[in-house]
Nanobody, 116 residues
Framework: QVQLVESGGGLVQPEGSLRLSCAAS????????MRWYRQAPGKERELVAQ????????NYADSVKGRFTISRDNAKNTVYLQMNSLKPEDTAVYYC?????????WGQGTQVTVSS
């Protein structure tokens, strides 16, 4: 079955870095558009970044441009989110999302907390 498993979250100090990973299985990863979303307490889930199937096009929320980088390794069926210069307002549960034709799948999420 389709699975998306996020990892790499944790507690980090402001201005620190984290790299999230999302390991995919159960579908043709190399053809899927992949996205990272986040949801902070009391707020709606928001799109953070997305990457096309070949990795040729990426898009970012204005709030993370210049600080976050989305990438993928189609040989490893994995998408990454490199997060630098983290701010307290980046604190949220981060979710991996896959879209391919009829498929629209979510991972279970990984908590990122930015605090001193």
């Amino acid at each position: 079955q389709v699975q998306l498993v996020e990892s790499g979250g944790g507690l980090v100090q402001p201005e620190g870095s984290l790299r999230l990973s999302c390991a995919a299985s159960g579908f043709t990863f190399s053809r899927a558009t992949m996205r990272w979303y986040r949801q902070a307490p009391g707020k709606e889930r928001e799109l953070v970044a997305q990457i096309t199937s070949t990795g040729g096009t990426t898009n970012y929320a204005d709030s993370v441009k210049g600080r976050f980088t989305i990438s993928r390794d189609n040989a490893k069926n994995t998408v990454y989110l490199q997060m630098n210069s983290l701010k307290p307002e980046d604190t949220a549960v981060y979710y991996c999302n896959a879209e391919l034709n009829w498929l629209y799948a979510w991972g279970q999420g990984t908590q990122v907390t930015v605090s001193s």
